[in-house]
């Protein structure tokens, strides 16, 4: 039996252009994954978390014959079942798609909190991406003096709202190139998210490992 042929890789659901760009980013670094180069499509769900929640498959089906892979990428406050796990919302999604053609080329990384957990990497291109005058030793004392990041902690516990703080202090505007901004700059290998994790281990067994 002939092998199926797809026109992409890859496709991307997010619940909005914040996660959608990032993933744009992140995707452009194919050597810094260690992955080869993959073509791909994103796309973006209007309702946001809970409707990529609940219509994944939905908004998948017409990507079966178009795309080899299938990802889900989702904050976990915000998408109408926060009493789950990360862990528990990841297999919902990825049990969903399995019984509607996607049995073993999906996955879903619903990231906890929020998508901001990925902007706090000890990188120094983080501050000066947020347009902060100084290291990033100095924005983190900063954010400790401001009760935005608990003393002794690597990452705040309300990161987007952090975020927000900061970008007000330097007048930076918010928009989601900045996120792809970061998502293209910062270094991979200080991420510490278990979300981001999966998503890298999940694209290096889809994707292989970089030339």
Not at 15 to 42: A, C, F, H, Y
Not at 125 to 132: K, N, P, Q, T
Request: a positive charge.
């Amino acid at each position: 039996m002939k092998a199926a042929t797809f026109q992409q890789d890859l496709v991307v659901l997010t619940p909005d252009k914040d996660i959608q760009l990032t993933m744009e980013g992140l995707l452009s670094r194919p050597k810094d994954l260690g992955i080869r180069p993959v073509t791909k499509v994103l796309i973006s769900h209007h309702h946001r978390d809970p409707g990529v929640l609940r219509d994944a498959p939905e908004l998948l089906r017409a990507y079966l014959r178009v795309a080899h892979y299938a990802l889900v990428v989702l904050d976990r406050v915000g998408c109408g079942k926060e009493r789950l796990s990360r862990a528990e919302i990841e297999t919902e999604i990825e049990q969903n798609l399995s019984k509607n053609g996607w049995p073993n080329r999906c996955a879903a990384v619903a990231i906890d909190p929020e998508l901001e957990i990925w902007v706090w990497n000890r990188d120094y291109r983080v501050a000066s991406i947020l347009g902060w005058r100084g290291d990033y030793a100095s924005l983190k004392r900063w954010m400790i003096q401001k009760k935005l990041l608990p003393a002794g902690r690597g990452k705040p516990d309300r990161p987007k709202e952090a975020l927000q703080a900061v970008l007000r202090e330097t007048r930076t505007p918010r928009s989601a190139s900045l996120y792809k901004e970061l998502a293209r700059a910062v270094k991979l290998d200080t991420c510490t998210d278990a979300a981001f994790h999966k998503l890298r281990s999940v694209l290096r067994e889809w994707f292989g490992p970089g030339p």
